[in-house]
Nanobody, 122 residues
Framework: QVQLVESGGGLVQTGGSLRLSCAVS????????MRWYRQVTGKERELVAY????????NYADSVKGRFTISRDNAKNTVYLQMNSLKPEDTAVYYC???????????????WGQGTQVTVSS
């Protein structure tokens, strides 16, 4: 019933920028912490950033600090990842993950989007 859809990925040159979006839809009671992960083929998924339900608390992987910004628009049930000063090592599939309460008393962290490809050329 809950669906997460990422968008905004693409091909960009080193130093460029992209803005990823994650739209949450379905029958939802409440959305809590949202996260962005990324994964290179054959490697484990890496946590990039997260943001709490109110948007006041954020955290980032050391590799993206100062370059990426996570934000959310609760009215739109959407989470964003602004990526600046992109590097080739940022190339990966980026996934959205959410702690979502589907109905009162029923809450799950196992909510994932299908991913969006980000490729940074050197």
């Amino acid at each position: 019933q809950v669906q997460l859809v990422e968008s905004g990925g693409g091909l960009v040159q080193t130093g460029g920028s992209l803005r990823l979006s994650c739209a949450v839809s379905g029958s939802i009671f409440r959305i809590y912490t949202m996260r962005w992960y990324r994964q290179v083929t054959g490697k484990e998924r890496e946590l990039v950033a997260y943001i709490d339900s109110g948007g006041d608390t954020t955290n980032y992987a050391d590799s993206v600090k100062g370059r990426f910004t996570i934000s959310r628009d609760n009215a739109k049930n959407t989470v964003y990842l602004q990526m600046n000063s992109l590097k080739p090592e940022d190339t990966a599939v980026y996934y959205c993950n959410g702690d979502i309460e589907i109905v009162v008393g029923r809450r799950s962290w196992n909510n994932w989007g299908q991913g969006t490809q980000v490729t940074v050329s050197s």
